[in-house]
């Protein structure tokens, strides 16, 4: 487990101990109504296999002993690049030194685990019921998915990736949120926080290609208008960046980066505008103006250090604004 997974779940517990703060009822381990926490990304954000492959070894030495050297050959491969790596910035490099065969091994080797479980699952769930079952094979889809990303991630990086090459993370994100909602009970909710970028509803677009089709885009096909988005934008004039470096366990550093003033059309620009730039707010943008053909008046919104020039209405159902943006400390990078 990493430093910053650590730091996570140990926040998490303090959440889940006091009640979740604000979200949680007095005394969430009593409650009918618990506050509950759940991942739904590939490991180390598609640097990583060995978390979503030990628990299935583990599983296996109990169902189908056989079958562990599938994951012991996916390991040993994977181990040999992944080492001292923190996420998919950094995996994809380094899975691009490996030897074509050693690629080609890992994600057969994969492919073959996952085939084994579907066709077995009648197996399997007579040792260890249906729950368990679930749980390995959803961690063994996240070590496929998380294979794929290591490709497409260096091909980004290397000018040569895919369209949309990188919505298979997305998917596989979209996803895990509709597993979880399948096993939950009646009525239950789901509060998702991640990046403006993954909740985002429509296709992702930089430098002119299509990047992505996000998480939040897939989620709007499958739960239509009971999926609802809140973006988070800030108002100052500066924000931690993140600057590729390979030398770095993450595949980047952070530092400082200058913002020029929110431009006309902007969330941010509109902000300041009103005269709100140095408050906290909570923008329904589900009615925001239009001009005489039609399109949102607001077409842009900060992402990082950069614009990301989009329909925003169409894209989020409301923005929360902040008047500054602080570096956590505690990160190491």
Same mark, same amino acid.
């Given at each position: 487990?990493?430093?910053?997974?650590?730091?996570?779940?140990? $926040?998490?517990?303090?959440?889940?101990?006091? %009640?979740?703060?604000?979200?949680?009822? &007095? /005394?969430?381990?009593?409650?009918?109504?618990?506050?509950?926490?759940?991942?739904? /990304?590939?490991?180390?954000? #598609?640097?990583?296999?060995?978390?979503?492959?030990?628990?299935?070894?583990?599983?296996?030495?109990?169902?189908?002993? #056989?079958?562990?050297?599938?994951?012991?050959?996916?390991?040993?491969?994977?181990?040999?690049?992944?080492?001292?790596?923190?996420?998919?910035?950094?995996?994809?490099?380094?899975?691009?030194?490996? &030897?074509?065969?050693?690629?080609?091994?890992?994600?057969?080797?994969?492919?073959?685990?996952?085939?084994?479980? $579907?066709?077995?699952?009648?197996?399997?769930?007579?040792?260890?019921?249906?729950?368990?079952?679930?749980?390995?094979?959803?961690?063994?889809?996240?070590?496929?998915?998380? /294979?794929? @990303?290591?490709?497409?991630?260096?091909? !980004?990086?290397?000018?040569? %990736?895919?369209?949309?090459?990188?919505?298979?993370? *997305?998917?596989?994100?979209?996803?895990?949120?509709?597993?979880?909602?399948?096993?939950?009970?009646?009525?239950?909710?789901?509060?998702?926080?991640?990046?403006?970028?993954?909740?985002?509803?429509?296709?992702?677009?930089?430098?002119?290609?299509?990047?992505?089709?996000?998480?939040?885009?897939?989620?709007?096909?499958? !739960?239509? &208008?009971?999926?609802?988005?809140?973006?988070?934008?800030?108002?100052?004039?500066?924000?931690?960046? @993140?600057?590729?470096?390979?030398?770095?366990?993450?595949?980047?550093?952070?530092? *400082?980066?200058? !913002?020029?003033?929110?431009?006309?059309?902007?969330?941010?620009?509109? !902000?300041?505008?009103?005269?709100?730039?140095?408050?906290?707010?909570?923008?329904?943008?589900?009615?925001?103006?239009?001009?005489?053909?039609?399109?949102?008046?607001?077409?842009?919104?900060?992402?990082?250090?950069?614009?990301?020039?989009? &329909?925003?209405?169409?894209?989020?159902?409301?923005?929360?604004?902040?008047?500054?943006?602080?570096?956590?400390?505690?990160?190491?990078?």
């Amino acid at each position: 487990m990493s430093v910053s997974s650590r730091r996570f779940w140990e $926040r998490c517990r303090w959440a889940r101990s006091t %009640g979740g703060v604000i979200l949680g009822p &007095p /005394d969430n381990r009593t409650s009918a109504h618990p506050l509950r926490f759940a991942g739904i /990304d590939v490991p180390e954000a #598609g640097g990583a296999l060995r978390p979503a492959l030990e628990p299935v070894a583990d599983y296996l030495r109990e169902v189908d002993p #056989g079958a562990l050297r599938l994951v012991d050959t996916a390991l040993e491969v994977s181990d040999r690049f992944l080492r001292g790596r923190g996420s998919g910035a950094a995996a994809g490099p380094a899975w691009a030194a490996l &030897p074509e065969a050693e690629q080609n091994e890992l994600t057969a080797t994969l492919a073959r685990l996952l085939l084994r479980l $579907r066709a077995a699952e009648p197996l399997y769930v007579s040792h260890s019921g249906q729950s368990r079952f679930d749980i390995a094979r959803r961690r063994v889809e996240a070590a496929c998915h998380t /294979d794929y @990303m290591f490709q497409a991630m260096h091909a !980004l990086l290397s000018g040569r %990736g895919l369209t949309a090459d990188l919505s298979v993370r *997305e998917v596989y994100m979209a996803e895990s949120v509709r597993w979880h909602l399948e096993r939950a009970e009646p009525g239950a909710r789901i509060v998702l926080a991640a990046h403006n970028s993954h909740i985002h509803k429509t296709e992702m677009q930089f430098a002119g290609g299509l990047t992505a089709l996000p998480m939040g885009q897939h989620l709007q096909r499958m !739960l239509g &208008p009971d999926y609802r988005t809140v973006a988070l934008v800030h108002t100052a004039d500066h924000v931690p960046e @993140m600057y590729p470096d390979q030398s770095a366990a993450v595949g980047f550093t952070l530092a *400082e980066a200058r !913002l020029e003033p929110g431009e006309p059309g902007s969330v941010e620009g509109a !902000l300041t505008d009103a005269g709100l730039a140095d408050r906290i707010t909570l923008t329904d943008l589900r009615h925001s103006p239009r001009d005489a053909q039609g399109r949102p008046l607001l077409h842009s919104i900060r992402s990082q250090s950069s614009s990301l020039s989009t &329909p925003v209405p169409e894209v989020f159902d409301a923005v929360i604004a902040v008047p500054t943006v602080t570096r956590d400390r505690t990160v190491r990078f």
